[in-house]
Every structure is written in C-alpha cells, then in structure tokens.
C-alpha cells in the first residue's frame, strides 16, 4: 500500500491495494481494529465538520487510513440517512481537492509517493484525452485548459452560477475553455460522484452482512444519534432571536464560547445546529456569539445547511445527556425532549404573557 492510496483511497488502484490486503475488511471489523475506529472517526468528521481527514494524522499508518475508507462507506450506509450520504460524499470531495490543489500546485521537487499529479487524476477519471492545457510561457502552469464539451457538462451544472453556461464560454472546436482553478472545481465533483457510486448500500439481509452490521453497531449508534434527518424540526423562524430564552444547555455553550473556551465537535455541533434551527442564518450568528467568535460557529453553521434551506436537526436531550452537555436543568426541561421544543415553548410563553 502507497501513501498515495491513503491520501485518494477512490483510486482504483487504492481499490485493487484493498482487495489484495493480507487483512479482510470483515476481520477488522468483528476486531474493531483501529482502521474501524479510524472509518468511524471519518464518517464524523465528514458529517459535523464537511472534511474526512484525521483529527491528529500521525495517529494511523498508511494501511489504517486507506482500509477506513471502505469501513466508512459500510457505516454511513448503516446510518441509513440519504442526507447523511450526500454529506459525506461532499467531505470526501473537498478533501480529495484540498489535496489535489496542494500536490498539483507543489514544486517539482517537492513531489514524493504521497502526491497526485494532474495527469494522475486526469487518467483517473479518463479525461487525459479530453482536458487540453493552453498555451503558458515557459516554466510556468497555464492559467487556461479547454475540455471537451461532452466531460465538461457532465461534471458541471448551471447551478454552480451564470459563468458555468455554455453561452458564456469561449467554445472552439468541440472544446470549452476554462481556468485553471475551474479545471480544480470540475475535479472535485468527479471524485464526489465516484465516492457516492454505490451508496447507500444493503449491509444486512446475509449471515455476513448481518454480522459486520452487529459489529459496527456502536459506531452507527454513535453516529446515529449526532445526526437527524434534514427537515425533521421545525425551524423557528421569528422577528428576532432571544437567546434568554434558550434551554440551560445552550445558553452554557454560549457562555463558553463567550468565555473563550475550545468547544469539543459535540458541543459546537449542537450549538450550531441549535442557532440555525432558530432561525438564524450562518452569517447571522456573530449577532448572538460575538465577533471574535463566530468564525467556527459560521463554518460549522454552513455545513449544516444545504443550498435548499434544508438542516441537521440539533441532538434531541438524550443525545446532550450522553454528550454530558445537558447542564443547568429547569422545571421546564422534565417537560420536554428537545432543546427546540424549549426554546418553542418559551417563545409561545412569553407571546401569550405579553397579550
């Protein structure tokens, strides 16, 4: 196995390196070996943060990084939540063009067994014959490229914006011209539709598929609770945001933040999850958190939702209780069992005091 393989485990060749392992996937598996640990710790990642790579990446060897990729596409099949798979397609891609960017753009000889080159990739995807570099002055990466027309509208969308139309581009023999940055971007939506190929898949109904999905059970649990279907609350949507009348647990978090405090994934999940369920738009939250801290809120807040408003609801209050983040309780919290029903029901309280 390459450091190359790690870093693009969608390579084909990172497939067939899978495939020929002394180890089975299925043994890792029923070991919870810490390539498991590692796919569970991707599909997190992916879906709280929009990024697969590890939290300390020192921590895994090249084998544990590569074999966490399929443990990750079986946990986020068991997961069982479309919104669920996109997300994580979409963290695998913008990783996969982090790195892309950074290997395409290094010096010649910075470039080791762990880097891509754009002709890898071009071959990868069978767009070496259809992605042309224009002309560029000696000793320097041209700033244009034509592709073929047929790959080009197959891996773009007018959605991305007006300058993606073929009306507004330089068309020349079959062939669309393009920065080279946009070349990047055409990239990135190759791998995030080679990473969703197949997913979600079937896990159980076999002896084997049965076992692997006993076995991975905590993780799913785990990964289950971190996340609800999109649209499944109500979002809150009203003149202004009273954040007095947020449940104890939130009202913690903002303390903590407030207080300079490093939130862990769980705690600035919730918390962001929670502001934008209450209305507030990802660049709305600075309003409530501050300036110097909605950096991480914002980033984190804008994940969380998709181009169509859709959301991740926040944990319900079992989930902040596992997390030990439900602090503080009041009467009105052995009422209810979500910390939007909380704020809901103050909100409707305070209405009706004011009538």
Known sequence: MRPL???????????TAVESADVA????????????KRGAERVERALMEGKVEAAEPYSWDTQEELL???ISRILVSLVETPAAVDKYARSEADTAYERMVADFEAAESENDDSRASLDDVLTEFGLSDAV?????????????????VGPYLTFSTPDWGDEWRLVNRALAGGSVRIRREELYELLREAVRRRVLEGLPFA?????????LAEAL?????????????RGAINIVRTESVEPERFPPCMQALLDDVADGAELPNEAMFSL??????VGLSPEEIAGVVGDD??????????ILVDSGGSQYAPPTCETMQAYDLCVDRDDHCDTIAHPMTYYQTAMHEAAASDD
């Not at 790690?6 to 497939?15: I, K, N």
């Not at 962001?272 to 369920?277: P, S, T």
Request: charged share 25%; proline share 7%; net charge negative.
């Open 68 to 70: 966490s990729y399929p």
């Open 132 to 148: 042309r570099a224009d002309d560029a002055p000696r000793g320097r990466a041209p700033e244009y490229y034509w592709v073929d």
């Open 5 to 15: 393989h790690a870093r693009y485990p969608f390579f084909t060749a990172a497939r």
């Open 25 to 36: 996937v299925a043994t890792l598996i029923a070991e919870d070996a810490p390539a498991v």
């Open 272 to 277: 962001a999850a929670f502001l934008v369920g």
């Open 203 to 211: 896990v159980r109904g076999s002896e084997a598929g049965d076992q």
């Open 217 to 229: 059970a905590p993780h799913v649990e785990r990964l289950g609770n971190l996340l609800s279907e």
């Open 293 to 302: 801290h909605a950096d991480a809120l914002q980033s984190r807040a804008t």
